[in-house]
């Protein structure tokens, strides 16, 4: 299949990428909510970011079993009904009545939604009508995460800088569905599986059982864990982080958007550069440019320091996912694609539901978020060696026997 018969479908790509922006809501704009909701309650930062623990863990469980789902159910459904749930869900935290169990209920109930708008979702319609421009395609669909780490802080704080922390929560949710809505239920449809040029075929690749064997899937599952738990925990108190050094809340936010904007670079990046280099290269090279952004975030370095640290997180962050599914789909195939990434993003919602959790319990035991950023620069020069070890796909992945 030609690239230019397959940008045919540049809309599925533009709407999958609007769609996934909605799993991103619950983790990117909760960092201006942090102080007001810490202030009225009277928690720890810990007990506050402890809602994206327990959404997480939640998803973590159930990936694989939406993965299975989605292979043989498809993902229209799943991702219209996600949409709904995740924004219904984010809009009522602003009903929290400062009780551990009514957080605990909100987030569950949240939980439900953001499993359903998980990337295997999105990937997978992707995935069945690209081949030749698979990795910009990816990129593009992914980049909604970073569309979202973009807006999510900024709008999030100028809602509550207007109307309250209640009735933001509410009002960006129900913004975020009535946006999405009408857009997915007239451009989200994937493709049905056809034969396509070369020798292959969009559902031909490993089984369930052998992908998981694969030693390929531990090191993925591991440096995408590690991923996970380092960069979204800083990101997440990136706003407090900023707000600790001086920062007003607004600036604070406006320097978090740097990391979103940056990650749309970086995912359109390394979307064109996974389709012409070795990918788990790529992918190694984005872990070292978090370990400079984290050594600055350590340091006292002002706001050109930040603003650099915060773009560099983002440019991490843009490329990471996408050379995960890159790899996935090339060294798997399409055959069981979303249940075995769904197995690589469970270990991304674990690494994400404890970083910020663990970077929240760094603060609230020594008032500093240093050893946390210190110890992450560690684990991501780890994760890199680790990427570097995965190799490239083989050339029969994906192709008929």
Same mark, same amino acid.
């Given at each position: =299949?030609?690239?230019?018969?397959?940008?045919?479908?540049?809309?599925?790509? !533009?709407?999958?990428?609007?769609?996934?922006?909605?799993? %991103?809501?619950?983790?990117?704009?909760?960092?201006?909510?942090?102080?007001?909701?810490?202030?009225?309650?009277?928690? +720890?930062?810990?007990?506050?970011?402890?809602?994206?623990?327990? /959404?997480?863990?939640?998803?973590?469980?159930?990936?694989?079993?939406?993965?299975?789902?989605?292979?043989?159910?498809?993902?229209?459904?799943?991702?219209?009904?996600?949409?709904?749930?995740?924004?219904? /869900?984010?809009?009522?935290?602003?009903? !929290?009545?400062?009780?551990?169990?009514?957080?605990?209920?909100?987030?569950?109930?949240?939980?439900?939604?953001?499993?359903?708008?998980?990337?295997?979702?999105?990937?997978?319609?992707?995935?069945?009508?690209?081949?030749?421009?698979?990795? &910009?395609?990816?990129?593009?669909?992914?980049?909604?995460?970073?569309?979202?780490?973009?807006?999510?802080?900024?709008?999030?704080?100028?809602?509550?800088?207007?109307?309250?922390?209640? =009735?933001?929560?509410?009002?960006?949710? %129900? $913004?975020?569905?009535?946006?999405?809505? #009408? $857009?997915?239920?007239?451009?989200?449809?994937?493709?049905?599986?056809?034969?396509?040029?070369?020798?292959?075929?969009?559902?031909?690749?490993?089984?369930?059982?052998?992908?998981?064997?694969?030693?390929?899937?531990?090191?993925?599952?591991?440096?995408?864990?590690?991923?996970?738990?380092?960069?979204?925990? %800083?990101?997440?108190?990136?706003?407090? $982080?900023?707000?600790?050094?001086?920062?007003?809340?607004?600036?604070?936010?406006?320097?978090?958007?740097?990391?979103?904007?940056?990650?749309?670079?970086?995912?359109?990046?390394?979307? %064109?550069?996974?389709?012409?280099?070795?990918?788990?290269?790529?992918?190694?090279?984005?872990? &070292?440019?978090?370990?400079?952004?984290?050594?600055? &975030? /350590?340091?006292?370095?002002?706001? $050109?320091?930040?603003?650099?640290?915060?773009?560099?997180?983002?440019? +991490?962050?843009?490329?990471?996912?996408?050379?995960?599914?890159? &790899? !996935?789909?090339?060294?798997?195939?399409?055959?069981?694609?979303?249940?075995?990434?769904?197995?690589?993003?469970?270990?991304?919602?674990?690494?994400?539901?404890?970083? #910020?959790?663990?970077?929240?319990?760094?603060?609230?035991?020594?008032? +500093?978020?240093?050893?946390?950023?210190?110890?992450?620069?560690?684990?991501?020069?780890?994760?890199?060696?680790? =990427?570097?070890?995965?190799?490239?796909?083989?050339?029969?992945?994906?192709?008929? /026997?």
């Amino acid at each position: =299949m030609g690239k230019e018969r397959e940008w045919r479908a540049w809309p599925l790509v !533009a709407t999958a990428a609007l769609g996934y922006s909605a799993s %991103v809501l619950h983790v990117y704009a909760l960092g201006p909510y942090i102080q007001p909701i810490q202030q009225d309650f009277g928690w +720890t930062r810990a007990q506050v970011v402890s809602g994206i623990t327990i /959404a997480n863990v939640l998803v973590a469980l159930l990936c694989v079993p939406l993965g299975l789902v989605v292979d043989r159910y498809g993902p229209r459904v799943v991702g219209l009904v996600g949409v709904a749930l995740v924004t219904c /869900a984010f809009a009522s935290l602003g009903t !929290a009545s400062g009780s551990t169990g009514n957080w605990i209920a909100l987030w569950s109930l949240l939980a439900g939604g953001a499993l359903l708008v998980q990337s295997p979702v999105w990937t997978r319609a992707v995935a069945s009508r690209f081949l030749t421009s698979r990795g &910009l395609a990816f990129a593009l669909t992914l980049s909604g995460a970073s569309v979202g780490s973009a807006i999510f802080p900024i709008m999030g704080a100028w809602l509550i800088a207007r109307f309250g922390w209640r =009735m933001a929560f509410l009002a960006q949710g %129900v $913004i975020w569905l009535v946006l999405l809505a #009408p $857009i997915l239920l007239c451009w989200f449809r994937e493709r049905a599986p056809v034969r396509a040029s070369r020798g292959v075929s969009t559902t031909a690749g490993v089984g369930f059982a052998e992908g998981l064997r694969s030693p390929v899937f531990l090191k993925l599952l591991v440096a995408g864990g590690l991923f996970a738990f380092c960069t979204v925990g %800083v990101l997440v108190h990136l706003v407090p $982080i900023l707000g600790d050094a001086g920062f007003a809340p607004v600036v604070a936010a406006a320097i978090a958007s740097v990391a979103g904007i940056s990650a749309i670079v970086g995912r359109l990046l390394a979307g %064109v550069l996974l389709d012409r280099l070795p990918p788990h290269l790529v992918g190694a090279a984005a872990f &070292l440019l978090a370990c400079i952004a984290f050594g600055l &975030l /350590a340091l006292p370095s002002g706001m $050109i320091g930040v603003l650099v640290a915060a773009a560099l997180v983002g440019l +991490t962050l843009g490329a990471e996912v996408d050379v995960i599914a890159y &790899l !996935a789909a090339g060294h798997f195939g399409l055959k069981r694609f979303a249940s075995l990434f769904g197995g690589l993003v469970a270990a991304l919602a674990l690494g994400a539901a404890f970083g #910020p959790l663990v970077a929240g319990m760094v603060f609230d035991r020594g008032g +500093t978020y240093l050893g946390f950023l210190l110890g992450s620069l560690v684990a991501m020069l780890a994760a890199a060696l680790i =990427m570097v070890s995965v190799g490239t796909p083989r050339p029969s992945a994906g192709r008929d /026997a």
